[in-house]
């Protein structure tokens, strides 16, 4: 399926309108003349539900992702005001909440040390790296399970089972396989993000409108050129939202695993400023994941817009 | 007044891509909760020559679609065999086009990509884009080319349907109630416009309708299907040769005594029904067989 299949019918010559003829042209002049111009008033006459955007819509659409940012930003400056009063006036003590102030002060200077971006980076690093492989492998076997039957029967009930074991069980035999290494925690993390995508996909596959298999397939659509021209375009959306599924779990994942075996990153960060009481740190920890999760999140909302203009 | 047996002679000449499709002795029968199989066709032996049109008429539920979707190779009789050109249909049958009760668009593509996925394989990109739009034209949805599926009436949808058939330009073309979700207007324009490509390219119509005018204003030959009182599944009952060529004047006295016999053997009291309102499944009252029909069954 490419851009050209699409049609512009503006580039099709004046004199082939109207131009009565067998569908593939067979030059025979027998072809008695129909009423084009009848046609097309019926057509109207035939009233079509209004597309949802029409033409022009495009400064709407750009107004309302600029509502979206500002209305979304309310509630954290409410929340950071409301924070700072608290803090002032001294109702909580701040071995209990830290000021805003404290917690600017714990990021620079762990800024100032070079921790800061450590840490973020190699959480990130983590998660992207887990959610690749879990979510690729998701990918390939959820497409085998939903798409082929041998598949389903062979693989399903194998995978079903190790879904049922919680995913935390894993931590003690992956660390007595792989030690406290980077291993164990992209394993754990590919773990958890494996199974939302695997899940999401082989179902969205098997329930693909049987109606539309088959009359793509009495158009002659087989193997790839079905799976690209009805399967993929009907699973596209469950795909994505799969894939937020899978990444919100592979952060998840990150912090239990970090909590658990780690010596840097911020999940390290959270459980060792814990165990020393800064609190500061803490929230801090908690205020940079909040803020990664969304980040990686609204990246996979960007694609998703992308793939679904592309595939359906 | 009488009516002729003979076939219409004035047909126009046979396309070399139009092909016979012949049914013998076929029957279907379908699993069932309660019994070990239900027949729902039996018996069905008939030769449709390459570039007819032959109606296929029955009340809701007896079978016509099943018959239409073996001959597309989409389904599989339990016995008996049906073959087009002489060689047995395959599954998915190439030389067949099929235009689906329902209208099964691709709710991603737009009506033109709709269309477009019926030509045949290995159309060049020029030579597509004028069939599609050409198509587009004569169902007169050129200017909806560009909207979704979702963004369209039903009627509109069909016609899609009927556009995304007839750019296969296929040896044999199975049309399932192809005019059924349209108001009357648009019936009887595309029903003429179905006659056109017919007449430009004489390919083999299966037409399934419940519409007795629909189908004699159409076909060549008609068959009605229906039960022979209490023996479980569908044959033939009739098999009528319209007369006259086509376009036929809807008004004929010849047709209307055509029309009156159907609408018997479709068990409807023909001054309470239209014909066009979907029956119930009935035995059908075949005991005034007159020359133009062949009938089989209670004597
Ligand atoms: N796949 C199927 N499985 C079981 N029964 C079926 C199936 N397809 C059709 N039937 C049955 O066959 C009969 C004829 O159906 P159909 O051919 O759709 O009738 P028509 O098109 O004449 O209305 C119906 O009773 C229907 O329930
Ligand atoms: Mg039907």
Redesign the pocket.
């Known amino acids: 399926m490419t851009r050209h299949d699409t049609i512009d019918p503006a580039t099709v010559a004046p004199s082939d309108r109207g131009d009565v003829a067998a569908p593939a042209g067979n030059g025979r002049s027998r072809a008695p003349a129909v009423r084009l111009p009848a046609l097309r008033a019926l057509a109207a006459a035939d009233a079509p539900v209004p597309p949802p955007a029409g033409p022009g819509s495009g400064s709407r659409i750009a107004d309302q992702t600029w509502l979206r940012v500002l209305g979304g930003a309310v509630v954290p400056l409410g929340l950071l005001v409301a924070w700072q009063i608290i803090s002032t006036s001294g109702m909580v003590p701040t071995s209990r909440l830290p000021s805003p102030e404290m917690v600017w002060n714990a990021a620079v200077d762990l800024a100032g040390r070079g921790l800061l971006s450590e840490y973020v980076a190699i959480s990130t690093q983590r998660v992207l790296t887990g959610f690749a492989f879990g979510a690729g492998i998701g990918l390939a076997l959820g497409a085998i399970v939903g798409l082929s039957r041998l598949g389903d029967i062979l693989l399903a009930p194998t995978l079903g089972a190790i879904r049922a074991v919680p995913s935390l069980a894993w931590v003690p035999l992956l660390i007595l396989w792989f030690k406290i290494g980077e291993e164990s925690k992209i394993i754990l993390i590919s773990i958890g993000a494996f199974f939302p995508v695997y899940t999401v996909v082989s179902g969205a596959l098997r329930h693909v409108d049987r109606e539309l298999i088959e009359a793509s397939r009495a158009f002659g659509l087989h193997g790839m050129s079905l799976f690209t021209t009805v399967q993929l375009p009907a699973v596209i959306p469950s795909v994505i939202s799969g894939l937020r599924l899978a990444l919100a779990q592979a952060w998840l994942f990150l912090v239990a695993a970090e909590l658990i075996a780690a010596s840097a990153g911020l999940g390290f960060l959270l459980s060792d400023s814990g165990n020393n009481g800064r609190i500061d740190r803490v929230f801090l920890a908690i205020i940079l994941l909040a803020l990664l999760g969304k980040l990686t999140d609204s990246i996979l909302g960007l694609f998703e817009r992308w793939a679904i203009r592309r595939w359906a | 007044m009488t009516t002729t047996v003979e076939r219409p002679d004035a047909r126009v000449p046979v396309a070399d891509r139009a092909f016979g499709v012949t049914f013998s002795g076929l029957g279907r029968a379908f699993a069932s909760r309660h019994e070990a199989s239900r027949p729902v066709l039996r018996d069905i032996t008939i030769d449709v020559e390459p570039g007819e049109i032959l109606a296929i008429l029955g009340a809701s539920g007896c079978g016509?679609?099943t018959l239409l979707r073996i001959a597309g190779g989409l389904d599989r009789p339990t016995s008996g065999s049906v073959a087009i050109a002489g060689t047995a249909v395959e599954a998915y049958d190439t030389r067949c086009a099929v235009g689906f009760?329902a209208p099964r668009l691709l709710p991603w593509r737009t009506v033109q990509g709709n269309v477009t996925l019926g030509l045949p394989p290995g159309t060049p990109k020029a030579d597509g884009k004028a069939s599609v739009t050409r198509l587009l034209e004569l169902v007169g949805l050129a200017d909806f080319a560009d909207h979704r599926p979702r963004e369209i009436s039903g009627g509109m949808a069909q016609r899609t349907s009927l556009a995304r058939a007839l750019a296969r330009n296929p040896g044999v073309l199975l049309l399932?109630?192809p005019f059924g979700a349209l108001d009357a207007l648009t019936r009887l324009r595309m029903q003429d416009l179905l006659l056109d490509v017919h007449a430009a390219a004489p390919t083999t119509v299966l037409l399934?309708t419940h519409d007795v005018d629909e189908a004699l204003q159409l076909a060549d030959r008609i068959i009605l299907l229906g039960l022979d009182g209490d023996v479980p599944g569908a044959d033939i009952r009739q098999t009528v040769v319209v007369p006259g060529t086509r376009p036929r004047d809807r008004g004929s006295a010849r047709l209307a005594e055509l029309r009156a016999r159907l609408l018997d053997g479709l068990g409807i009291d023909r001054h309470s029904a239209d014909g066009r309102s979907e029956p119930d499944l009935a035995g059908p009252d075949l005991s005034d067989p007159t020359p133009n029909t062949t009938s089989k069954g209670t004597p």
Do not use: A, L, N
């Open positions: 016509k679609s009760q399932d109630e399934v």
